[in-house]
């Protein structure tokens, strides 16, 4: 309190105690996706942020408030970006910011009046040694106004094993408004005094000085504090993921870069007086080489030997050219250093500041290294990484970092004792006084890293998830930072005559090494997360407030929010058919999905198969650029021949049986470029591909955006639907014709006119398939474009097998596809007996999908945090994951939603169930079973579930291993002719989400075994 009223009294208020601060922020954001053509995207991004912050230049403790600062900063920018699939190998993106920036840095200073917006308000500041710092802060006010233009482009490359990349970035700032007022409100340093014979009778301390008017140091800032200018940079690179062979893999690259520098000229004090003049240097040899490989030495996924070793450059930060420029001593800033007790007069002026002396005199200059180089490091890597059984992971990885060229801060000019009181070596004749500090950034520092980590890994099951981690390292350098207090100790003395662009005589760099500020030698991280048998959570109802419920390790789906059902109305699914999707207020549904859908179709007593008129239609839409849209007749309320047998339309809000058995699944799509790409590189390739993947994997999503991209490609893509198209000879013809665009085939219109007759009941149905085949082959070009065949599930060929003179149908199917050049696609959940009937396929794996895919899909939802829950939940496939999606969206929680849905005659229960049945009717034996099993189910209005009890076939008669995790959970829930209960529902969403779903509870220890599948997803086990 008592240095406080000193403070006080000499004019510098003060606060002590708990002294607020305001902090608020604003920020908006739009951001507009447009879809220009199937294979042209265009993103338009908008932000803006209103920033107030008092504590951008902290204060506490001995630094009074005043001597903080206020940030006033205002920014807004514009994005947008472009991308195009040029080829099926090529993808091609181009992005463009404009970003703007208005920056104020202003003091808190109460002797300013009011806001401290000018160099005149306030002032000046006082460093009281070891009390105090207070007054106006000594760099402010900062205005600082920039806008920001930013080019990049990448093109990629997919193929031959190779997934390469090259782009350039470039950016261009101009800085049009930049001020560094240097002390330009006065600063006076207090420091103890010694006893001073007629002025000090004995030694005070510093606040006594302030008392006393006795400064020890006094500096004053003149002139033009602002400066303006332009920068540059660019920066090129190439790389490659090349996979050499399933154990090897090579990623080389190369980056260049460039930083522009304005052309400002630097003219400095040098040794005896004379000057140094030089331009900011421009360093041009930034080549940066990298190489990384991973080897698995068995090839079985669990080892990873990895290595890399690179050099890789910095950028030095662009603020060093405004910083040297403005504080030049002479044209912009120029500063006045006065010491005791010449600064004794300064304080005893008004307002304690001296006007600028008309006469010479040496002023502080900061200026820039003439040898200044771009830093760099080389940087080396080698890991270890072994999965120990099915859950645990031991991975050690060494990292070894070697950085130069860093910015540090010398004094070129110091005070050296040596040569005589106050002199310094750029002193004029000698005479102390004559010249001033010439602090250079100067690209000397190196720093070393080294470190090792060894990790142990328990993946979540069974409850709980364990890391463990030690890691040994070791950090040094020899510059932390070029501002502030982190001048060298030892400056050397003053610049070297005969090197005048390198280090300073008798500098010894290596004598600054030391520890880091980041150094950390030893570090040990135990880390978990444990299902406790205690939880709460919070559920919300309808008109009600949150709930705490206690409950013993189970999960209830609880109070869901009030929410409108699925409304069934024909007239809105015919204008959904007509004229593609209605909004009414909500996200339009996605297109076809996945393959399990058009399957139900054809097991169900609900929506049949599509018909040929459909697929006709279907070829509509890809010769518009658009995927085919059938999501009315997967919608409540759409309905054909065979679904009004059962009786009038359900009033709006109900559903039906077959509706509920078809497992809509909708919210957001799950886009994957990745594979798109892989599977548009293959389809140009020679020889037929197959897309393989369970049931529900999203196979047909893929065929359908397949054909799309290749109809905006110039392609004239044929798909057909075989698992609708192959239950006999008439009808399989007569929807490859009707799949066939008239606008692009007229000259086969003869040659079509002979297989509809063929294929004519009664005709010769065996005729017209083999004449379907045999144009197959041959359709290689329509009008120059060049035809794309996209099969969907073409093992229902074998349905034909059993109708006369097609025994050898798939046979004959096979032949004719080999005779095609390229563009030949297929896709089947049966990979196993595909290439039964066609040895030598080529396929793509549909694979789960990535934690970043799901991330992506739900980052538009603001619900990325649940991308892990969401992929361990539906077992990484799409139609799963949608379910699951759409629950998040709507408020419900991943465990909640999926014990819903896993409810009899949820989604997730419908859509398992169907995979159940499609997998063991496969299981028993197919072709005419299918084709006896439709006509029964077609007049009888029951679904395959009731035809197989009534054939005494029901599931629980044998016991089967499925690959599909949700199978797996359906079979044990609901395979065992009872309902599940809520207590095994919750307990089955649990380990689901937690990623323990893969194994369920089972009923009996022989269930619980692991069985490896063998064939096609299902394997029988008794």
Same mark, same amino acid.
């Given at each position: 309190p008592s240095a406080a009223a000193i403070l006080r009294a000499a004019g510098f208020p003060v606060e002590l105690g708990n002294v607020p601060y305001d902090f608020r922020s604003t920020e908006l954001l739009a951001k507009l996706d447009h879809q220009w053509a199937p294979n042209h995207s265009f993103v338009? @991004? &908008?932000? $803006?942020?209103?920033t107030t912050n008092e504590n951008i230049e902290p204060f506490g403790g001995i630094t009074a408030r005043s001597r903080g600062a206020v940030q006033l900063r205002k920014d807004w920018a514009i994005a947008a970006?472009?991308? %195009?699939?040029?080829?099926?190998?090529?993808?091609?993106?181009?992005?463009?910011?404009?970003?703007? *920036?208005?920056? %104020?840095?202003?003091?808190?200073?109460?002797?300013? &009046? !009011?806001?401290?917006?000018t160099v005149t308000q306030g002032g000046p500041t006082l460093e009281v040694t070891g009390v105090a710092n207070v007054g106006r802060q000594r760099f402010t006010p900062q205005p600082r106004t920039n806008d920001r233009y930013q080019v990049t482009e990448t093109i990629s490359f997919f193929g031959g094993g190779h997934s390469a990349k090259a782009g350039v970035d470039f950016n261009y700032i101009d800085y049009k408004d930049q001020s560094l007022p240097l002390s330009f409100g006065g600063r006076y340093i207090f420091s103890s005094l010694p006893a001073i014979p007629g002025l000090l009778p004995a030694p005070i301390r510093a606040i006594q000085a302030v008392a006393l008017g006795l400064p020890a140091a006094y500096i004053q800032g003149y002139g033009n504090p602002g400066t303006g200018y332009g920068y540059k940079d660019l920066s090129l690179f190439v790389q490659d993921d090349w996979r050499i062979t399933r154990k090897l893999t090579l990623k080389p690259g190369l980056r260049y870069q460039r930083q522009f520098w304005p052309s400002f000229h630097y003219d400095v004090s040098n040794v005896g007086g004379t000057r140094l003049a030089y331009d900011f240097p421009q360093d041009k040899n930034d080549i940066a080489p990298r190489l990384a490989l991973a080897w698995d030495p068995k090839g079985d996924g669990k080892t990873s030997i990895h290595a890399a070793y690179g050099i890789f450059y910095d950028n030095n930060i662009t603020g060093i050219a405004g910083i040297t420029a403005g504080i030049d001593g002479r044209d912009h800033v120029r500063t006045l250093v006065l010491t005791f007790p010449a600064s004794i007069a300064a304080w005893r002026a008004p307002g304690h500041k001296l006007p600028e002396p008309t006469t010479p005199y040496p002023?502080?200059?900061?200026?820039?290294? /003439?040898?200044?180089?771009?830093?760099?490091?080389? *940087?080396?890597?080698?890991?270890?990484?072994?999965?120990?059984?099915? %859950?645990?992971?031991?991975? #050690?990885?060494?990292? $070894?970092?070697r950085g130069k060229h860093q910015i540090g801060s010398i004094d070129y000019n110091p005070t050296i004792p040596a040569v005589g009181p106050g002199r310094r070596p750029d002193d004029i004749g000698g005479r102390a006084g004559t010249s001033a500090s010439v602090l250079q950034y100067t690209s000397f520092g190196e720093t070393w890293y080294r470190g090792l980590t060894l990790s142990l890994n328990k993946r979540f099951t069974q409850g709980s998830q364990v890391m463990v981690s030690y890691t040994l390292s070791k950090a040094e350098d020899t510059s932390t930072d070029f501002q502030g207090a982190s001048v060298v100790q030892d400056q050397g003395l003053g610049r070297n005559p005969a090197d005048p662009y390198g280090l300073p005589l008798g500098f010894n760099a290596l004598a600054e090494k030391g520890p880091a500020t980041h150094d950390q030698r030893h570090r040990f991280v135990l880390s978990g997360v444990a299902r406790l048998p205690w939880e709460f959570q919070l559920h919300a109802a309808g008109g009600g407030g949150p709930q705490r419920r206690r409950k013993r390790r189970r999960i209830s789906p609880g109070p869901r929010p009030p929410q409108s059902g699925r409304p069934v109305d024909e007239r809105r699914?015919?204008?959904r058919d007509d004229e593609g999707p209605v909004h009414r207020g909500r996200a339009p549904e996605p297109p076809l999905q996945d393959r399990a859908e058009v399957r139900a179709r054809g097991h169900r007593g609900g929506v049949q198969p599509p018909r040929p008129r459909e697929l006709q239609r279907d070829q509509q839409h890809l010769r518009a650029g658009r995927v085919p849209d059938r999501s009315a007749e997967r919608r409540p309320g759409a309905r054909d021949l065979r679904a009004l047998r059962a009786g009038p339309s359900p009033a709006p809000g109900s559903t039906r049986p077959e509706d509920e058995f078809l497992g809509k699944v909708s919210g957001p799509d799950l886009p994957r470029p990745a594979l798109l790409a892989r599977v548009l590189a293959r389809v140009a390739q020679a020889g037929p591909a197959l897309l393989v993947g369970p049931p529900g994997a999203g196979k047909t999503t893929l065929l359908l955006e397949t054909a799309r991209a290749l109809s905006a490609r110039g392609w004239t893509p044929i798909y057909l639907d075989l698992m609708g198209a192959a239950s006999?000879?008439?009808?399989?013809?007569?929807?490859?014709?009707? #799949?066939? /665009? #008239? %606008?692009?085939?007229?000259?086969l219109l003869g040659r079509a006119t002979q297989i509809r007759r063929l294929a004519e009941p009664g005709t010769d149905g065996a005729g017209a398939v083999q004449a379907v085949l045999s144009l197959w082959a041959a359709l290689t070009d329509a009008g120059g474009h060049p035809v794309a065949l996209l099969l969907d599930e073409p093992t229902e060929i074998r349905s034909l097998a059993y109708f006369a003179g097609l025994r050898e149908a798939a046979t004959a199917l096979g032949s004719a596809l080999r005779r095609r050049a390229r563009g030949t696609l297929l896709a089947s959940s049966y990979p196993t007996l595909a290439r039964e009937l066609w040895p030598g396929l080529e396929a793509v794996e549909v694979s789960p999908l990535t934690p970043a895919e799901i991330a992506s899909a739900l980052a538009s939802l603001n619900l990325a945090s649940h991308a892990a829950a969401v992929l361990r939940a539906s077992f990484g496939w799409p139609r799963y994951a949608r379910v699951l999606v759409e629950r998040l969206a709507a408020g419900d929680g991943v465990e909640a939603a999926w014990?819903?849905?896993?409810?009899?005659? !949820? @989604?997730?229960?419908?859509? =398992? @169930?169907?995979?159940?049945? =499609?997998?063991?009717?496969?299981?028993?034996? $197919?072709?005419?079973s299918k084709a006896v099993l439709a006509a029964v189910a077609d007049e009888e209005g029951m679904n395959l579930t009731a035809l197989v009890a009534r054939l005494g076939r029901s599931s629980v008669k044998k016991r089967y291993y499925y690959v599909d995790g949700m199978v797996r959970c359906w079979v044990r829930l609901h395979g065992r002719g009872r309902p599940a209960t809520e207590?095994?529902?919750?307990?089955? =969403?649990?380990?689901?989400?937690? &990623?323990?779903?893969?194994?369920? /509870? #089972?009923?009996?220890?022989?269930?619980?075994?692991?069985?490896?599948? @063998?064939?096609?997803h299902l394997m029988e086990i008794d």
């Open positions: 338009l @991004r &908008g932000n $803006y942020s209103d970006s472009q991308t %195009d699939i040029l080829s099926p190998r090529w993808v091609n993106e181009a992005r463009f910011q404009f970003a703007h *920036q208005k920056q %104020d840095i202003n003091s808190l200073d109460p002797n300013c &009046g !009011g806001p401290c917006l002023s502080f200059v900061i200026s820039i290294d /003439p040898a200044l180089q771009t830093p760099y490091a080389h *940087q080396a890597a080698l890991g270890f990484d072994r999965a120990l059984g099915k %859950d645990i992971s031991f991975s #050690a990885n060494a990292v $070894y970092v699914a015919k204008q006999s000879p008439e009808r399989f013809a007569v929807a490859a014709l009707d #799949a066939l /665009p #008239a %606008d692009s085939f007229g000259a014990a819903q849905e896993m409810a009899a005659g !949820g @989604r997730l229960e419908s859509a =398992a @169930r169907h995979t159940h049945e =499609a997998l063991l009717l496969r299981s028993r034996g $197919y072709g005419m207590a095994e529902l919750a307990a089955a =969403a649990r380990a689901a989400v937690s &990623g323990e779903g893969a194994v369920v /509870p #089972a009923a009996t220890a022989a269930e619980a075994e692991p069985v490896p599948a @063998r064939r096609d």
